[in-house]
Antibody, heavy 124, light 108 residues
């Protein structure tokens, strides 16, 4: 079964650091595009970061310079290192795999599966 | 970044109703659009990708259409389990993937 399981969330003071983990089963993290998406309480979905299969990484402007996405191929696990946390980073964080399908006229993608989410609360 | 605007933001409907949710992109995204359903406390669930392709296992009462800047998600006959929040997502402008603000579908 293709599955993602996040861990590492919790209550952290402003300015603090936290590392989220996303353990994959049923597929290989390093062969896929993997993203983090967050959802503030009562709000919509916000893409945070992606790591491509080739290793390139990208970030939303709201977290650039503070968050780092990485993976451990031996553990088949995705990470999000979050530094200099702010109150506005409070959210449920989801990891997700980007799946692809090729057609004659193009390649299309979507996010599936998603992890169950882990809550990060930044508060003093 | 490409902005996605969903309408309506809130929808009240009854079991058996046909409902349509619209997602408009700030610039053309071809058919690089997916739709998700999210229930409270749960992760989003993929319904449709490539604007109109139904994900395996998703009931056929769900359908998607559109290309360019205007897209629709239609539920042909609402079932009790369909009351949830729906999001569109564009995957055209890499790496800056964006989501619509969501449409909350509630029981009338």
């Amino acid at each position: 079964e293709v599955q993602l399981v996040e861990s590492g969330g919790g209550l952290i003071q402003p300015g603090g650091s936290l590392r989220l983990s996303c353990a994959a089963s049923g597929f290989t993290v390093s062969s896929n595009y993997m993203s983090w998406v967050r959802q503030a309480p009562g709000k919509g979905l916000e893409w945070v970061s992606v790591i491509y299969s080739g290793g390139s990484t990208y970030y939303a402007d709201s977290v650039k310079g503070r968050f780092t996405i990485s993976r451990d191929n031996s553990k088949n696990t995705l990470y999000l290192q979050m530094n200099s946390l702010r109150a506005e980073d409070t959210a449920v964080y989801y990891c997700a795999r980007e799946a692809w399908e090729d057609y004659v006229w193009g390649s299309y993608s979507w996010f599936d599966p998603w992890g169950q989410g882990t809550l990060v609360t930044v508060s003093s | 970044d490409i902005q996605l605007t969903q309408s309506p933001s809130f929808l009240s409907a009854s079991v058996g109703d046909r409902v349509t949710i619209t997602c408009r992109a700030s610039q053309g995204i071809s058919s690089y659009l997916a739709w998700y359903q999210q229930k409270p406390g749960k992760a989003p669930k993929l319904l449709i990708y490539a604007a109109s392709t139904l994900q395996s296992g998703v009931p056929s009462r769900f359908s998607g259409s559109g290309s360019g800047t205007e897209f629709t998600l239609t539920i042909s006959s609402l079932q009790p389990e369909d009351f949830a929040t729906y999001y569109c997502q564009q995957l055209n402008s890499y790496p800056r993937i964006t989501f619509g603000q969501g449409t909350r579908l509630e029981i009338k």
